[in-house]
Each structure stands twice: as C-alpha cells, then as structure tokens.
C-alpha cells in the first residue's frame, strides 16, 4: 500500500509531466516574433537569477558554517528562507560525516543556507523541536520547518551513504532544487523513508500537525 509522501510524489511527478507536455505544444506553434518574445523573457529571468545568486552569497550563502549560538540562527532565519541546519554533539563521528557531505552541498545549492549548531549550546531549541538523537537535520522550506532527518534511518541505515543519497532526501522537503527524479533516490534502490511528526516551536510542549514558524 502507497504511503502518503509516494502518491504526493507521484500526483507531483504526473503535475509536472504535465506543464512539461503544454510547455512543448506551446514551442511547437511559436513564430519569429514569438521567439524574440521568448529569448528576451529568458535573458531577464537569467538576469533575475544571477541577482538573487548574489543576494545569497551576501547572505553567507555557498559555504557551510557554524552559528555561534540560538540567537545567530534566527537572525540567519530573517535573511534565508530555505535552511539546512544540522545539530551536532562534539566527538559524535557520524556527525563529522554529515559535515562531509553538508559542505560538499553547500557549495552546490547556494540558494540554500547549509549550518550547524552545537546542541548542548541549544536548549531552546532543542526542547522546544525534541531532538534527542545525534546527528539530527531540520530543514527550513519558506522559512518554516518541514521536515527532519534524525540519524541515518532515512538514508540508507549505514555510514557510507553518498551525497547524493543525503541531497535526494533533503529535496523530498523543498528545502533545495532538485533536478533529479524525486521517486526514486540515486542509488536506484527505495530507501527507508519514515516521516517525523510536525512539531510548532510556538508551543512549547503541545505540539500540532502545523509546520514550525521560525519566530524567536
């Protein structure tokens, strides 16, 4: 029996498919003008996404960092709408291998905000979200919460999984762009996929299905 996130998936999937085959009947009946049109729209969005590359590297953008403390991710959270933030325990080695591949995408995905923070120096946090496990991923779509990686369950439930297994399960939020086929992850095998529950950080212990705000 398909779960919730496979038929979201695949309604999502036939979505695209879709405005894939409108968007090419459309190219089919285009004349000389019609390109000219279409040429000049794709040099401004070009442009619009070369300032909006900039504005996120200004904002820290493309590197992968640490944040000094609770207080540094909300102001991090006012500037970037889409976040990767890992919390970490000092000594944890499967921590230091999230930090591998973190930095590695950081460098790839620059319209996303890729951090850390220390969880021993975030009770805030950390009790108001419940993460208890170490490594734990949340990930920050529109500046809200959506999702959490806790561990390495999702990815495969071992310690060399590749980058690109941790970047097709981070994309399953929204959090980055993702060009790859959101059905099936890169190692061509379904992996364990188990969806945690929503937590609202306004609540404090009464949590709700809404997505986390990210007000301080």
């Known amino acids: 029996m398909a779960s919730p ?8 999937a036939k979505q695209i498919e879709m405005e894939l085959d409108q968007q090419l009947d ?3 009946n285009l004349d ?5 049109v279409l040429r000049e729209q794709r040099l401004r969005e070009m442009r619009e996404l070369n300032n ?9 953008h493309g590197t992968y960092t640490e944040l000094a403390g609770e207080k540094e991710f909300f ?21 230091r291998i999230v930090d591998m591949h973190l930095k590695i995408l950081a460098s790839k995905h620059v319209e996303t905000k890729f951090c850390k923070l220390n969880a021993d120096k975030s009770p805030f946090l950390t009790h108001r979200l419940r993460i208890e496990a170490m490594p734990t991923i949340a990930l920050v779509k529109d500046s809200k919460v959506k999702d959490f990686i806790v561990g390495f369950t999702d990815l495969g439930n071992c310690d060399d999984f590749s980058t690109e297994m941790l970047e097709w399960r981070i994309s399953q939020s929204g959090a980055i762009d993702y060009d790859g086929d959101l059905m099936q992850p890169p190692e061509g ?3 364990p996929y188990l969806n945690q529950p929503q937590k609202t950080i ?7 299905d809404s997505d986390i705000e990210l007000d301080d």
């Open 5 to 12: 996130l496979q038929h979201h998936l695949l309604n999502t």
């Open 26 to 28: 459309h190219l089919d």
């Open 32 to 36: 000389c003008d019609d390109l000219k």
């Open 52 to 60: 909006k590359k900039q504005e996120w590297l200004k904002c820290g």
């Open 75 to 95: 102001e991090t959270s006012k500037k970037s709408n889409n976040i990767v933030l890992h919390f970490y325990c000092d000594g944890n080695e499967r921590c």
């Open 189 to 191: 095998k379904r992996k």
């Open 202 to 208: 306004r609540d404090g212990n009464n949590f709700d």
